[in-house]
């Protein structure tokens, strides 16, 4: 039973990472039809610069906060200077983000070295509850519950506040959002920065997670994150959230009875969907 | 144009006889292999608008097909030949797969599986150690006819010739006609009543296979198979020869190749005198970013439509001649 337990909240906190990672890349592809290949990039980038401003200062909360600054900051850059010039023609944003991807990888090598970095988390996270029988490390319930608030925030957003409204109206058609005077191109921006940020701060998040950090792991998560995102549904943001559970959880239960068939068994599961529902798993669009 | 590509093929068929640098023959049948390569990628970006990151899974389909039946077997021709009906038949069978699940849905859905996929092979090689020695990888013998350096060299420049030739041939008849009209737009292909899916998935395969025998003559140029032919570097290649040597020309693809491989060999040589020269990497994802965004045609592209635009300036200047 506790096993059981164990491996649930192990995959429920790699599925929390995969969703910070999936959100942003639905929502910005839902919103202005770009598949941002770049997003692993970003995630790597939290990763590298949050840990090392918690390794400078001591503060891991310094780390965090740094780490989603980092990620709004290559957001814009990206946005701005990247995206937008070849914004419409989608052969050439595919291959321009792919690009970006590869520099930034490149650069976090150059700037920490191409050797894996290791990561442990704070004190205050160190350790675990134990509830009878059944042993919960504490830093596995802190990524869920930060999964869950940021859910929560989002969720907000998009429901209450008046930019989710333009956000939400703008997934559906953006040619009358633009036409009724509202500025897209900044909501565009500010979809990208909150994506990137949020990509950020599951790459810092990772690091304590599974103790090192290297400049490929943008890549695999990146991986896991796009067959989420068709499981999910392209542009589907409650998709995204439950199918990153769905394959958080298949690939720790996986990793614990048949290891080499995780990959595998996620990749069969996309396969499944591309048949059968191309729109994704969880309802129609929007 | 011709002209210049028979003087530049004679050229490397007779080189063998003037000059002897086994380090340079190496490099040149490596950029003829990456040349096969480069245009199998050619045909699916340049010319029917499809992108795959995840080229390097038919690459290294082929580089284990043959390195495991040269380990496993006797390293003969018959076997050899076995080999690359063995890398036609898989390359075949997951071109046609991925194809099918994904070319009827937007242009990133075959991105985003072909790089998946890919992933899943570069797994499968590192843990089915049995089969494949893991990451480390394994040497083996080739066959005796491929032991001279110098015919191998022939065989590769041939090759890529025949390969050139084949797709020249291949995108100028009414299938590739086809492609290209879907490139350009293929809601109207669609609607002029030409089945698309079909074409898509023919480019997908025809890519796949010549994909996997450019994998064949890498392993067998190496003489050694490991894990790197599956990873992302070599679909990079692929992107960084098709992009900056210029996209639906086949000859870009060439071009590309050969500068991609001797800024690779000379930057490698760099790396001794700076440290950043070992990630000569980056400098070609800034100028592969650069071309996509001002050069979208590449080189060969740019150059002809330079040459194609002072023709037109002289012809009309000709014209008001005549007129005056």
């Known amino acids: ?286 | 144009m011709t002209a210049v590509i028979l003087i530049v093929a004679a050229f490397l068929v007779l080189l063998p006889f003037v000059y002897e640098s086994r380090n340079l023959f190496i490099l040149l049948t490596q950029i003829f292999v990456f040349s096969i390569f480069a245009m199998s990628y050619d045909l699916l970006l340049g010319f029917t608008g499809i992108v795959s990151f995840g080229h390097a899974m038919f690459f290294g389909i082929g580089a284990y097909s043959i390195g495991i039946f040269m380990k496993r077997f006797e390293p003969t021709l018959g076997y050899f030949l076995l080999a690359v009906l063995m890398t036609i038949a898989l390359t075949a069978i997951v071109s046609f797969v991925v194809g099918l699940l994904t070319l009827r849905l937007k242009s990133h859905f075959y991105a985003m599986l072909t790089l998946s996929l890919s992933g899943l092979f570069l797994v499968l090689a590192e843990k089915w150690r049995s089969m494949t020695y893991g990451n480390d990888g394994f040497t083996f013998r080739v066959p005796e006819q491929f032991i001279d350096r110098t015919h191998f060299y022939w065989l590769c420049l041939f090759l890529m010739v025949a390969v050139f030739l084949l797709l020249k041939r291949f995108t100028n008849s009414p299938l590739g006609r086809v492609m290209q009209a879907i490139r350009e737009n293929e809601q109207r292909t669609e609607s002029l009543g030409y089945h698309v899916l079909h074409y898509k998935i023919t480019a997908s395969v025809v890519s796949g296979v010549l994909a996997g025998i450019a994998g064949v003559l890498y392993a067998v140029s190496l003489r050694f198979v490991n894990t790197s032919v599956f990873t992302m570097d070599i679909t990079l290649d692929a992107l960084l020869m098709t992009i900056i040597g210029g996209v639906g020309t086949l000859v870009g693809a060439i071009i590309g190749a050969g500068i991609i491989e001797f800024a690779h060999d000379w930057l490698t040589a760099l790396a001794k005198e700076h440290a950043i020269f070992e990630r000569w990497i980056i400098f070609f994802g800034i100028i592969y970013i650069l071309v996509v965004m001002f050069f979208p045609k590449g080189i060969v592209g740019t150059l002809s439509s330079l040459s194609w635009k002072k023709k037109k300036q002289h012809a009309v200047k000709k014209e008001e001649k005549m007129a005056g």
């Open chain 1, 1 to 286: 039973m506790d096993l059981i337990i164990n491996l649930t909240i192990n995959g429920l906190a790699t599925g929390m990472l995969i969703f910070l990672l999936a959100a942003g890349l639905t929502l910005i592809f839902g919103l202005m039809d770009v598949l941002n290949f770049a997003h692993g990039g970003l995630f790597a980038w939290g990763a590298y610069s949050g840990l090392w401003i918690y390794s400078q200062t001591g503060s891991f909360l310094a780390g965090i906060i740094g780490a989603i600054l980092t990620g709004f900051i290559l957001g814009i850059i990206t946005e701005r200077w990247i995206i937008k010039p070849v914004y419409g023609n989608h052969v050439q944003q595919i291959l321009i983000t792919l690009g970006l991807m590869l520099v930034l990888s490149e650069m976090l090598k150059v700037i920490w070295g191409p050797n894996q970095i290791m990561a442990s988390p704070p004190d205050y996270l160190k350790g675990s509850w134990e509830l009878g029988s059944i042993i919960i490390i504490k830093y596995r319930a802190f990524i869920i519950l930060v999964g869950l608030f940021i859910f929560a925030a989002v969720q907000f957003v998009l429901k209450r506040t008046k930019i989710g409204l333009v956000v939400r109206a703008g997934v559906m058609n953006k040619e009358m959002v633009q036409s009724l005077g509202i500025n897209i191109q900044k909501v565009f921006m500010f979809v990208f920065m909150m994506g990137a940020g949020m990509a950020a701060l599951g790459g810092v998040l990772l690091g304590p997670y599974s103790g090192v950090i290297h400049a490929g792991m943008g890549m695999e998560f990146a991986i896991l994150a796009f067959i989420v995102v068709v499981i999910g549904g392209m542009g589907n943001f409650k998709g995204s959230v439950l199918a990153a559970i769905l394959v958080g959880l298949s690939g720790s239960f996986m990793a614990y009875y048949v290891p080499d068939l995780s990959l595998a068994v996620n990749m069969l599961l996309m396969a499944i969907v591309l048949i059968i529902r191309p729109q994704g798993l969880f309802g129609a669009k929007g």
